[in-house]
């Protein structure tokens, strides 16, 4: 089945404690992003990669890191965390075929940071 | 600036009913919108898209409408049913090279039995 899988899908963590949540997708998708979604505001991006080891910024990327190792892979990176990054966060992908095609999402993954 | 707004937060139906999501976008360089749906623990779910250079398109149960001239997208969801409902996003690209997507905030559709 055509996926994207985030996980974990819950994390309750502590400031400061280093985390990393994991995106892979199987679809052989060359684009990847990352947002979060936060109530009023909608889907913000975060990162996005449009190939393997291209990466770029999104709209908030401050406190967040990502690499882009492997195609299928998108790891999305919280050095230090801080309670303003308290969100739900969700991974895309989709083909780059040099016209629009529609982003396909993982079903998130919630972050509490106390 | 670029945004993307809705001009209902929620919307309730009976079922059976047809329903329309409305989508307002002020920039006129995007050229590709998508619409998505949104489940309660679920991310966003493609519905159907649609390119600058139409003006409506259809799928099962859907349609999408963008009027250019006014910046305007509309969903169209017939014979609603208990199923569809879910927030409802519009997204738009604003033509770069990124694919980068904006989203609107989302509507809330209720369908009553």
């Known amino acids: 089945e055509a996926q994207v899988t985030q996980n974990p899908r819950y994390l309750i963590t502590v400031t400061g404690k280093k985390l990393t949540v994991t995106c892979s997708q199987n679809m052989n998708h060359e684009y990847m992003s990352w947002y979060r979604q936060d109530p009023g505001l909608g889907l913000r991006q975060i990162y996005y990669s449009m190939n393997v080891e291209v990466t770029d910024k999104g709209d908030v990327p401050e406190g967040y890191k990502v690499s882009r190792k492997e195609k299928r892979n998108f790891p999305l990176i919280l050095e230090s965390p801080s309670p303003n990054q308290t969100s739900l966060y969700f991974c895309?992908?989709?083909?780059?075929?040099?016209?629009?095609?529609?982003?396909?999402f993982g079903d998130g993954t919630r972050l509490s940071i106390l | 600036g670029e945004s993307v707004g809705l001009h209902l937060p929620t919307l309730s139906v009976q079922e059976g009913d047809n329903s329309i999501i409305n989508c307002a976008y002020s920039n006129s360089a995007s050229d590709y919108f998508i619409w998505y749906k949104q489940e309660s623990g679920k991310g966003p779910q493609f519905i159907i898209d649609i390119r600058s250079n139409m003006d409506k398109r259809q799928g099962q149960r859907v349609t999408v409408l963008l009027n250019k001239t006014v910046k305007h997208l509309s969903l169209q969801i017939a014979a609603t049913q208990p199923g569809d409902s879910a927030v409802y996003f519009c997204?738009?690209?604003?033509?770069?090279?990124?694919?980068?997507?904006?989203f609107g905030k989302g509507t809330l559709l209720t369908v009553n039995p």
């Open positions: 895309a992908s989709s083909l780059m075929t040099g016209t629009n095609q529609p982003q396909h």
């Open positions: 997204a738009e690209n604003s033509g770069g090279s990124n694919y980068k997507l904006t």
